[in-house]
């Protein structure tokens, strides 16, 4: 009984301390470029505050510009695999800035949350340098917090709105989350809250001066569409939920209804709050 216990232990600490790492699945394989899809796009590097080597594709439509969407894409694969996401908003008019953290793709350094929040915050910085209308924000699923954290105590002026798009209420809440799955770890799903800095959770950083759309599929099995409610309820207005039934994890603008939705959310620049319309949506 006492090897089964120290075993265990042994386990729930693996299990924590890889959890910064877990987050981050990166790859340096090439899946795709714009090229492919008959679209231009201009490789950009540019730096972190540490001095990390970081990379970027801005790509463009074929037909004039409506604006810009600027991505922060979620923990796995690399650029290279999410701008394809996105193709039909190209196709649509928009350009689309997508760059990649450290360690991802052709950007150098390693993997942390403090090093991705920074990368975020310059890719945003070189953005604004290079672009001088105002744009979106996007960050999807491990994106989204990077995003937010970025956002956080910034001078957002440029940007219209943000969208959170399937983010996690906490780096503590998602482990619980994750051991509570798991028969021999769900006793001890308490645990991440006690080991785990929520320096960098997302429920902490909403304060960012802008209109926030939030989405999520309501099959997602990654993270809960709860954790999309749990921050729409904490951030300020104005702001919008769109839940989408039956889309899985980053899914929700494969449906060709939100598609439209979102195309026509871009062409107003913002959310028209009223006290009077609660600002949720929910898709079939």
């Given at each position: 009984m006492r090897y089964v216990k120290s075993l265990l232990f042994s386990l729930i600490l693996l299990m924590l301390q890889g959890c910064a790492s877990h987050f981050f699945k990166a790859d340096d394989t090439l899946y795709s470029t714009p090229t492919a899809y008959g679209l231009n796009y201009d490789e950009v590097v540019f730096y972190s505050r540490d001095g990390t080597e970081l990379y970027a594709w801005h790509i463009y439509p074929q037909k004039p510009s409506k604006g810009l969407l600027f991505i922060a894409h979620g923990n796995a694969q690399n650029i290279s695999a999410h701008f394809v996401s996105w193709v039909w908003l190209i196709n649509a008019g928009y350009e689309v800035f997508i760059f990649d953290y450290r360690a991802y793709g052709k950007s150098e350094g390693k993997s942390s949350i403090k090093g991705s929040v920074e990368d975020t915050r310059a890719a945003l910085d070189y953005l604004e340098s290079q672009y001088k209308g105002q744009y979106f924000v996007c960050g999807q699923s491990l994106g989204g917090t990077m995003l937010l954290n970025a956002l956080n105590k910034r001078d957002n002026t440029h940007i219209k709105a943000a969208i959170i798009?399937?983010?996690?209420?906490?780096?503590?809440?998602?482990?619980?989350?994750?051991?509570?799955?798991?028969?021999?770890?769900?006793?001890?799903?308490?645990?991440?809250?006690?080991?785990?800095?929520?320096?960098?959770?997302?429920?902490?950083?909403?304060?960012?001066?802008?209109?926030?759309?939030?989405?999520?599929?309501?099959?997602?099995?990654?993270?809960?569409?709860?954790?999309?409610?749990?921050?729409?309820?904490?951030?300020?207005?104005?702001?919008?939920?769109?839940l989408v039934k039956d889309a899985e994890h980053i899914s929700s603008f494969n449906n060709k209804v939100i598609q439209k939705d979102f195309l026509d959310f871009l062409d107003k620049g913002k959310i028209f709050y009223t006290p009077y319309h609660s600002n949720m949506k929910i898709y079939d």
């Amino acid at each position: 009984m006492r090897y089964v216990k120290s075993l265990l232990f042994s386990l729930i600490l693996l299990m924590l301390q890889g959890c910064a790492s877990h987050f981050f699945k990166a790859d340096d394989t090439l899946y795709s470029t714009p090229t492919a899809y008959g679209l231009n796009y201009d490789e950009v590097v540019f730096y972190s505050r540490d001095g990390t080597e970081l990379y970027a594709w801005h790509i463009y439509p074929q037909k004039p510009s409506k604006g810009l969407l600027f991505i922060a894409h979620g923990n796995a694969q690399n650029i290279s695999a999410h701008f394809v996401s996105w193709v039909w908003l190209i196709n649509a008019g928009y350009e689309v800035f997508i760059f990649d953290y450290r360690a991802y793709g052709k950007s150098e350094g390693k993997s942390s949350i403090k090093g991705s929040v920074e990368d975020t915050r310059a890719a945003l910085d070189y953005l604004e340098s290079q672009y001088k209308g105002q744009y979106f924000v996007c960050g999807q699923s491990l994106g989204g917090t990077m995003l937010l954290n970025a956002l956080n105590k910034r001078d957002n002026t440029h940007i219209k709105a943000a969208i959170i798009d399937s983010t996690f209420v906490g780096f503590s809440d998602i482990a619980s989350d994750k051991m509570a799955q798991v028969w021999i770890t769900w006793p001890f799903q308490w645990i991440p809250y006690l080991s785990i800095t929520g320096d960098y959770d997302a429920k902490n950083k909403l304060k960012i001066n802008l209109p926030v759309l939030f989405l999520h599929g309501s099959k997602d099995r990654v993270i809960s569409p709860n954790s999309s409610w749990q921050l729409y309820d904490l951030s300020d207005k104005p702001r919008e939920f769109w839940l989408v039934k039956d889309a899985e994890h980053i899914s929700s603008f494969n449906n060709k209804v939100i598609q439209k939705d979102f195309l026509d959310f871009l062409d107003k620049g913002k959310i028209f709050y009223t006290p009077y319309h609660s600002n949720m949506k929910i898709y079939d």
